[in-house]
């Protein structure tokens, strides 16, 4: 075995034959004494000559620090990234004139690493070019949706061995990767300032001892890593030892790393300023290439412009938005005003008529309930709002924004707009049941129960049903925008004629926390009079079957991938307990 130092020089010959005692000192950042002690050492060893040259037992002797693979993690969906990333995989942006994974297996190419997989999940279908072209594995990460990316590294453990691993949407400078590699590293840059990512500790022979969250002036892990043989057998086995633990699929794999490196050696690999960039959001990415912006073939950015009468350069500060359950949405700034892009969620054209939104959209900004509406593209689903500032989140225990809220409603059922397009809560969730049966997919123990007795609650609340009218069928907390005294209805995506009782429904089921009876003495808000016994009873039946509606829809969308978190206890609740009660309220009057 070499020692670190000879493994240096030795390496260093192999790059440049030429280079003296004092080029190699510079170039390891070895001292000259410790060079110097190197050389003898390798001397007895045979592998320089008295030349300074190397042997032939010298290329044996490095074989063991060979790297025969690399593992490239492409599997994210790089929401930071919106737009733009709505369209293609951010490792697929042209930056510079290159595609980012291109570049990257190039210079993987360069350094002699030819055994390369790439792990896909979303769209991955924009990567299966690679296997052809650069001759590359293509390995599908079939929990990416759910799981963070120690899932992408178990899912390649095969091709793991003496190996690099790196990002595939971070730009790299050429000459970072090595044929050789003398110890499993993790690569980290120098921030200048705070910084809540995670920083380096190490001992002073370089080994890494602490990966904390946050620090200041101080170097952050990022960049490739490798990893030889024993650290990539080690690791593997400690992330399927982990994997089915409930705190595991959020994880990134550094993570786990984290967490056991008592027992894993791993350095710090120090990588000088301008060897590396990370693109977290699209104003990072349009200073570090700036005419990204205007020529990236985007048809999004293309919308935008159309729709808002501008160029692509009046276009500015550009960030992700996180809320929302079926959509994707990005804010922006044009010319002095904010606004929210819209982007239909993958899988939503099998829940949503985007016609029927656009119609109740121009609706709703007519009636002054929602005049953030800009435009929406009735067949492609994209949208454009603008933005309201000083937004204050709904409160269930506001009475007067409980009472303007319903007021709203109100002005909606009773304006007498008709569309085209119906919605029904329990017949729509008849049909995803079904989709749900003809997938195959596991339902819930007590489904089938849950589902009988919302079957009869739906057959008893008929007798009450009145004329149908323009419903807003999301209505509740999220979709209200409060600022001050005024509120904006937002969200149609669900809107057309139905039973008024289930926007009321909905404004219970959905998060209110209210009790039964606390949810039928809201009502007077709505009818600017206590409910009638048959008004309270149908409203109470309407919260169940809109319940039952949302639990069998998040059900549906975790059968696509989409995990939906404690919504799916709630509207579960809702639907119980409204049932029960909506039952007893009936009692006898109703078979």
Not at 307 to 322: F, M, Q, W, Y
Not at 440 to 464: G, K, T
Request: hydrophobic share 40%.
């Amino acid at each position: 075995m070499l020692t670190r130092n000879q493994f240096a020089v030795l390496d260093t010959l192999r790059r440049n034959p030429r280079a003296t005692q004092e080029d190699i000192a510079l170039t390891s950042g070895i001292d000259c004494t410790s060079v110097c002690d190197a050389v003898a050492g390798l001397h007895e060893k045979a592998l320089i000559d008295d030349e300074g040259a190397l042997t032939k037992q010298a290329s044996i002797a490095l074989e063991p620090y060979r790297v025969d693979s690399a593992v490239i993690l492409a599997a994210g969906a790089a929401t930071r990234l919106a737009p733009l990333s709505f369209e293609m995989p951010k490792a697929l942006f042209k930056v510079r004139g290159e595609l980012l994974i291109e570049r990257l297996i190039r210079q993987l190419h360069q350094a002699g690493v030819n055994r390369i997989a790439v792990v896909v999940g979303y769209m991955k279908e924009a990567f299966f070019y690679l296997e052809e072209k650069f001759q590359v594995s293509i390995v599908v990460s079939p929990e990416y949706a759910t799981r963070n990316n120690h899932a992408s590294l178990f899912a390649a453990k095969e091709f793991l061995g003496n190996s690099y691993v790196c990002s595939s949407d971070q730009y790299y400078a050429d000459g970072l990767f090595s044929p050789y590699v003398y110890a499993p590293y993790c690569s980290c840059t120098a921030v200048e300032g705070a910084t809540d990512a995670r920083t380096v500790q190490t001992d002073e022979a370089g080994r890494i001892r602490a990966l904390p969250y946050g620090g200041a002036d101080d170097w952050r892990l990022q960049g490739p890593a490798y990893f030889d043989r024993a650290l990539s057998a080690r690791f593997i086995d400690i992330i399927g030892a982990e994997y089915d633990r409930p705190d595991t699929p959020g994880k990134l794999w550094d993570d786990i790393l984290a967490d056991h490196l008592d027992e894993l050696c791993v350095y710090a690999r120090r990588i000088p300023a301008g060897g590396l960039y990370e693109f977290d959001v699209l104003n990072d990415l349009v200073a570090f290439d700036r005419d990204y912006f205007v020529n990236v073939d985007s048809r999004i950015l293309d919308n935008i412009c159309s729709t808002l009468g501008c160029a692509r350069t009046d276009i500015s500060h550009v960030r992700p938005v996180k809320e929302g359950l079926t959509n994707l949405s990005v804010r922006f700034d044009a010319r002095g005003r904010t606004y929210v892009y819209r982007h239909p969620g993958v899988g939503t054209e099998e829940l949503i008529n985007r016609q029927s939104e656009t119609f109740a959209e121009k609706t709703a900004r007519e009636l002054g309930l929602d005049t953030t509406f800009v435009y929406e593209n009735p067949d492609e689903g994209w949208k454009i709002s603008a933005f309201v500032d000083g937004c204050e989140p709904f409160d269930y225990r506001d009475e007067a924004q409980v009472a303007h809220a319903l007021s709203m409603a109100r002005v909606l059922h009773t304006s007498g707009a008709r569309s085209p397009w119906s919605f029904d809560f329990y017949d729509d969730a008849v049909r995803l049941r079904g989709m749900l049966r003809k997938a195959s997919y596991p339902v819930p123990v007590d489904f089938d129960a849950l589902s009988d007795a919302i079957a009869d609650v739906h057959r008893r609340m008929q007798v009450d049903v009145g004329e149908p009218c323009l419903c807003h069928n999301d209505f509740y907390g999220p979709n209200l925008l409060v600022r001050g005294d005024e509120m904006q209805l937002i969200d149609w995506e669900y809107a057309a004629m139905g039973d008024y009782a289930c926007d009321l429904g909905n404004f219970v089921a959905q998060g209110s926390g209210y009790s039964v009876p606390e949810a039928v003495d809201m009502l007077k808000y709505y009818f600017g009079r206590p409910p009638t016994e048959r008004e309270a009873r149908h409203c109470v039946a309407a919260v169940a079957v809109v319940g039952y509606y949302w639990y069998v829809w998040a059900i549906f969308k975790e059968a696509k991938g989409n995990p939906m978190g404690e919504w799916l206890y709630t509207w579960y609740k809702a639907a119980k307990r409204f049932c029960a009660a909506a039952n007893e309220m009936y009692g006898d009057d109703v078979g």
